[in-house]
């Protein structure tokens, strides 16, 4: 059992927890996720590792609820425990891998929306820890679903919060921002967008006219998160590729949005997953290479 040690509503809907689990918090890196589940029979649930703390063996998640598990599990309570936690799963970010004094060298543009701001957070703090300021763009529809801006603040070199409504902050959409720097003339050498689908592809679509690199994570896409189900399959540069156990993490300016979405429509229904596993067949599933 893995206790939960701090259980706190961050803003309608949206939920972060530390849970004791010393194995994940020991080996686990900036980019990856674990599975949780409430019990032996529960739902498996990928979520991403938000941070972690390794004295305390403690790592910390945030959700966002969704469906029937991820409501349960937001009425768990500090002292309550989850039957599981698998992980760290996932390939660490490609920043970690690199030498933080080059890194230093580097200008990198964070574009976290929505929940996405809670796997871009860890990266950020990672290079706060080690030097490297990064800027980072927040967005959200209102100022009511903003999430971690304080903690974010601590750790980024220019923090720039935007809200689709113009409640706080800039007013408009992440892509508006990323705009206005590059014309107040900000140059940057790779961008990291985190968040729905569609704001990672309409990010994708600018910073490409910009010749930007940039990466996105398809976290928000996973449901297995071993490869078996096929929901995160997607394609990358013409490639298969599955986000659990291939990414999260992938060049966003290879990434077929389009397809990724119709696939996350169609894997809704019991009938669209059938007709994925019929068209896609020994691709549907990544980790057998078979529909069984």
């Known amino acids: 059992m893995y206790k939960i040690v701090k259980a706190k509503e961050l803003t309608a809907n949206i939920y972060l927890m530390d849970v004791v689990a010393p194995r ?11 599975i949780v589940r409430m019990g032996e029979d529960g739902e498996r649930i990928p979520l991403t590792i938000c941070d972690y703390d390794r004295e305390a063996g403690t790592i910390t998640i945030v959700f966002q609820c969704v469906g029937a598990s991820t409501k349960m599990m937001a009425s768990l309570q500090e002292g309550d425990s989850f039957h599981d936690v698998v992980g760290p799963l996932g390939c660490p970010s490609d920043l970690v891998k690199e030498d933080p004094e080059s890194l ?32 980072v763009i927040m967005g959200s529809k209102t100022k009511d679903l903003l999430i971690l801006e304080k903690e974010m603040e601590a750790v980024a070199g220019n923090l720039y919060v935007t809200t689709d409504d113009g409640s706080y902050g800039r007013s408009g959409m992440v892509t508006q921002v990323i705009k206005d ?48 189900c096929g ?21 966003g300016h290879q990434v077929n949005f389009d397809e990724a979405m119709r696939r996350q429509t169609m894997y809704r229904t019991q009938e669209g997953r059938a007709m994925l596993k019929l068209e896609e067949g020994d691709t549907h599933h990544g980790g057998c290479g ?3």
């Not at 994940?24 to 674990?34: D, L």
């Not at 871009?120 to 990672?126: F, L, R």
Request: charged share 20%; with cysteine.
């Open 104 to 135: 230093k060298n580097k200008k990198i543009l964070f574009v976290a929306g929505g929940v996405g701001t809670a796997p871009v957070y860890p990266q950020v703090k990672w290079l706060h820890e080690r030097g490297v300021d990064a800027d």
């Open 24 to 34: 994940v918090a020991k080996y686990c890196e900036p980019g990856q996720f674990v």
């Open 181 to 228: 720097l590059v014309a107040e003339g900000h140059q940057y050498d790779v961008c990291i967008a985190i968040g729905p689908m569609i704001m990672m592809k309409f990010v994708c679509l600018l910073t490409k006219e910009l010749n930007l690199p940039t990466v996105v994570s398809l976290n928000p896409i996973m449901v297995d998160g071993t490869g078996m």
């Open 290 to 292: 078979n529909c069984q």
């Open 231 to 251: 929901a995160c399959r997607v394609t990358v540069g013409g490639k298969v590729k599955f986000a659990c156990v291939d990414g999260p993490e992938f060049d």
